[in-house]
């Protein structure tokens, strides 16, 4: 059935300027209630930014928007061009020119950038898909969001910023009018958030409508006009972001969470004791271009009590030399010295790694940190299952005990420990996570973009984790991309640049502009000053 045929005709008075108004949309799963009488309205031509904490009800919106929950699953009304819509399928809402982009890029990697744009709506005469068409029209596409590859591209073969791009000009083949991005900007660099911010610019110019859901407030003040704030499953307010009456990231933050955070960072009085863990000369090789170094000779240290950042821009090696001093699991042609408490030990498998009091934390929670069909219980103890098992048997009250602790300490949200994690929001995911690999307790605790994807309020609540977690007298290595947070959590900062440790700062002598001239210091600069280092 198609859209127009489960439309009312045009709505008298609806007003000109509107190109969507959700009107009480309530939407229920069993007894629990994700969103009650949400309104909420997109102009003709604006960016329009949703914010709320993770688990406020802002995807699922965008899903009953989307028709991912089709009319008769969600009460309330869809005015999209003056007239209330029923859209039954996704297929629906995109014959209007509607078009979703989730935070979880839906494109086949196997498959090449071309027939990605055209999946489902395929180039074709006769029956036939006519390839000289559809690859001549991607490449027009690819050229409209700015990037210069070949069609006929796997999609594997990109990175996640080009896909994301790949994926707006799928968009624009289907003749978008309204744009609604998930996070856009949350897995990718600096360089790359920049490039599609300034895309989204473009096609505002040319009269889209955007709805953009994001966590990045810098952002969000930045591009958009106007921003609407969901707490709880409920529309909060309103507000522009610009000119009279603009609302503050503050403000925003105050009611995205319901109380005042009048610092981002939790205050902390580090009490700093002997060092734990250093790395000496660690180099890493690529696991398939085993001539090329992804870490160089890096060195650092860690002491008990002390948080210590690594900073770096995206592919400066931080991740790999995490990864490879963790059981080695990233890379070829390892080399290098790891002494915990100035003795010399061996991390060469993850089991050794752990024996040693080292945890590993990924970046990439639901791939490699998480099993998203488990339960919260499960995925809590499952890298110790030997502290709560006999004879190779687990013993399940002991393992619910665990869990509910953990729950408890943690201060995890959720319906029941026998939830699936993949139900739950990120930042709750996140603290599961963390949950596992504070259960083996670790002397050493490596957290690779501990932050990535969660809300102002829930970053904070991991922060004080991370606090206790020091204060209790573990050593603790946070990686992020996001400086303001390593400058707020961290009691010294490293810098990484083209897979080397260029320097380290404490944290009274670090601020945004020394670190990156650390951390964009080219490989020639580092010869040169190690040249004339070596002269004295």
Known sequence: M?????????????????ILQMRGITKSFGRFTALQDVTFDVRRGEIHAICGENGAGKSTLMNVLSGVWPRGTYDGDIVYDGAVREFRSVRDSEALGIVIIHQELALSPYLSVAENIFMGNEKQRGGVINWDDTNDEAARLLAEVGLDIEPR?????????????????????????LLILDEPTAALNDEDSEHLLGLMRGLRERGISMVMISH???????????????????????????????????????????????????????SIGQEILQIRDWTVHHPIDTARKVVDGAALSLRRGEIVGLAGLMGAGRTELAMSVFGHSYGTGISGTVLKDGVEVSTSSVARAM??????????????????????????????????SRRGVVDESAELEIAERYRHELRTKTASLSSPVGSLSGGNQQKVVLARWIFTDPDVLILDEPTRGIDVGAKYEIYQIIGELADSGKAVLVISSELPELLGICDRIY?????RITGQLPRGEADQESLMRLMTIEKSDRDRSAGKDGAK
């Not at 003040?221 to 106007?226: E, G, K, Q, T, V």
């Not at 791939?367 to 709560?388: C, E, F, M």
């Open 2 to 18: 198609s859209p127009e045929s489960t439309s009312s005709p045009a709505i008298a008075g609806a007003p000109d300027g509107l």
């Open 216 to 270: 990045k407030l810098g952002e969000i003040s930045r591009i958009a006009d106007r921003t609407t704030i969901i707490r709880d499953g409920r529309t909060i307010q309103t507000a522009p972001l610009h000119g009279p009456g603009a609302i503050t990231e503050d403000e925003i933050i105050r009611l995205m969470v319901g109380r005042s955070l009048d610092n981002r960072y939790p205050e902390r009085a580090p």
């Open 153 to 177: 591209t796997r999609v594997a073969d990109l990175g996640v910023g080009h896909q994301q791009l790949v994926e707006i000009a799928k968009a624009l083949s289907k003749d978008v009018r």
């Open 495 to 499: 810098a990484m640049s083209h897979g």
């Open 355 to 388: 024996d040693e009091g080292l945890a590993y934390v990924s970046e990439d929670r639901k791939a490699l940190g998480l099993n998203l069909i488990q339960d919260v219980k499960t995925n809590t103890t499952a890298a110790a299952l030997r502290k709560i």
